[in-house]
């Protein structure tokens, strides 16, 4: 093993606090992977939990391994070291179970490149009983696993907390049996995907037909949700001032979303919302609080005011407009807060209608406003190009509302960045292709244009070309798995590796879907039912505003219906 790499991964270790050594000896031991950098995934609070919960089940025991730096993957190739986990330095391949923590699609590569890495075949038939089994969770897992359904064994869907005590207990007991027998195992357990029994069937047109289940496989897997998530921890477990948010403590405030905005995948595949108890922290401890919607949580004003009077620092992941008040900005500043994020999205209310985020430019003036009086140094503005019905006014008007935000108060240092619009799974914008890419050069063009010449504002634009990569990693089937390995074992970039097998990527990301098409994920169940989201988008071009969540009181969406929350006690 090269002396560079573990002297490199051991200084890692010694700037943390929190790390776990627990026994390996008789432990059912796993490596949990997060598919980029070391300082992007100890800043990920769902990798840090799941790390959490793993070491906290009896007869387990959880290392980490993150994907090496380009320097470092050349050191390992010429060295020939096997990929290690971080604490003990471990061959991953001498793992039971590699469990990978999926967030972004454009990490699928990352994944496979860690199996290389570890000298783990990519594809999971190539791979049996003497390797680790290879199992991912995370939002992409949980909203279409298909496109790694040829790579991991098996996908934990939706909620982690209680799901990981039992695929440890399954694969426990199961062990020492073939391959086989184990992934048949896990497979009884409610919420896991094992691809290997389920079999895809295409249309002449390419179009997904349906899945052949074999026994012992459910009919659709469906999605774990953790109702009582205060029985478990919501802190991330290591600290280390080389992650990307130095230091910093992060606490879940809530998870998921009930405003519905049409084009967030989190805000579907993460109902129903629910809110978390603050409990004790350690002293001294900066926090970050960490929710799709932070200041939605019904105590939000008195969780802030509770860290900055006991003199705590304070960061804040997300801000919905309508949420902020003068109270909440003061706090956030006096916690230590220099930049508010806010997200208008698009530049004209007509299509925040369309989206379903009905904010009003007078509500983004005066988030703006609240900002600059509260002291901010500088005010982020998150927008997209390419959404469902937009036009060159909607653009322009990206422009005007940033000037005029600028115009306004001067004090503010200005950020905006610009995303372009990827459709995803369990949205009602799934049946959309995603906008020409020429298209969302075009658009972001015009915006360089307006605000790339003046010095009050730094703008900074997504690639359209990864955005249509994404978009077809995105709605992608299983065929894809090959475009992966491709893109993973030679090198190549996803285009060219797809045009290389003959691929047509268009035909995931450019092609507008019919009501009725099957979609390569629709034996994955999230509860959101395909009616309600057809409607939503029909209501989308009707510009008409669809309200929140009403958890318990409502069952229009499915999930409710479907999973219907605790009563109250009496």
């Known amino acids: 093993m090269s002396r560079i790499l573990i002297e490199k991964a051991r200084r890692l270790l010694e700037r943390e606090t929190g790390t776990i050594y627990g026994p390996l000896e008789g432990r059912l031991r796993f490596a949990l992977a997060f598919p980029g950098p070391y300082r992007l995934g100890m800043s990920s609070l769902g990798f840090q939990i799941v790390y959490g919960l793993l070491n906290s089940i009896p007869g387990v025991a959880c290392e980490r391994v993150f994907l090496p730096d380009p320097e470092d993957v050349r050191e390992f190739r010429r ?48 791979r049996d009983e003497s390797h680790p089994l290879v199992i991912a969770g995370g939002p992409c897992a949980t909203f279409n696993p ?15 907390e209680e799901m990981v005590g039992e695929m440890a207990q399954a694969i426990q007991h199961a062990r020492s049996a073939d391959r086989e027998a184990l992934l048949a195992a896990l497979s009884g357990v409610a919420g896991v995907y094992v691809p290997r029994f389920y079999v895809p069937r295409y249309n002449a047109d390419g179009t997904c037909a349906g899945m052949d ?36 403590l992060l606490a879940e405030v809530s998870r998921g979303c009930g405003r519905l905005c049409r084009f967030c995948v989190a805000g579907y595949a993460g109902l129903p919302p629910r809110p978390r108890q603050i409990g004790a922290l350690p002293e ?66 007509r299509l925040r209608r369309v989206i379903n985020k009905p904010t009003t430019d007078e509500e983004v003036l005066d988030a703006a406003r609240m900002a600059a009086q509260a002291g ?6 998150y927008f997209m190009v390419g959404l469902p019905t937009e036009t060159s006014e909607d653009v322009e008007s990206i422009v005007d509302l940033v000037r005029q935000i600028a115009d306004q108060h001067p004090s503010l240092r200005m950020q905006a960045s610009v995303s372009c619009y990827v459709p995803k799974p369990w949205t009602p ?29 730094e703008l900074t634009a997504e690639s359209p070309r990864e955005a249509h990569v994404q978009a077809w990693l995105a709605r992608g089937d299983r065929r894809l798995g090959r475009v992966i390995a491709a893109a993973a074992d030679q090198g190549l970039g996803y285009e060219r590796a797809a045009a290389g097998l003959g691929i047509d990527t268009s035909f ?58 605790p009563q109250e006690p009496v």
């Open 79 to 126: 060295s020939r070291t096997r990929l290690f986990s971080s604490e003990s330095q471990t061959p991953l391949a001498e793992f039971d179970v590699l469990a990978f923590s999926i967030s972004y699609e454009l990490d699928y590569t990352n994944l496979a490149q860690i199996l290389d890495l570890a000298g783990l075949a990519i594809f999971a038939a190539d």
């Open 146 to 160: 298909e496109p790694l359904a040829e790579i991991v064994d098996a996908f934990a869907i939706g909620d982690a």
């Open 213 to 248: 289940v074999l026994p012992p496989a459910p009919e659709r897997v469906q999605k774990r949700i953790a109702r009582d998530l205060d029985r478990f921890s919501n802190l991330s477990v290591i600290l280390t001032p080389e992650a990307e948010f130095s230091g910093m």
């Open 284 to 349: 001294g401890a900066r926090v970050g609080l960490v929710g799709s919607a932070v200041f939605d949580h019904p105590e939000a004003q008195a969780i802030c005011a509770r860290l900055t009077g006991e003199g705590r620092q304070l960061s804040v992941s997300s801000i919905r407009i309508e949420s902020l008040t003068d109270e909440l900005a003061g706090m956030m500043y006096r916690g230590g807060q220099r930049t508010m994020t806010i997200a208008p999205e698009a530049g004209t209310e």
């Open 376 to 381: 901010f140094a500088r005010l982020k503005l």
């Open 429 to 457: 914008f799934q049946w959309c292709p995603v906008a020409p890419e020429q298209d969302l050069v075009r658009k972001l063009a015009r915006i360089r244009k307006g605000l790339g010449q003046d010095k009050r504002v």
């Open 508 to 565: 995931y990301a450019s092609r507008q879907r019919d009501r009725k098409e099957i979609f390569p994920w629709d034996h994955i169940d999230l509860l959101v039912t395909k009616d309600y989201l057809w409607e939503e988008y029909m209501r989308a071009f009707e510009g008409r505003v669809t309200p929140g969540c009403t958890v318990g009181s409502c069952t229009r969406c499915g999930v409710c219906r479907a999973s219907p929350p």
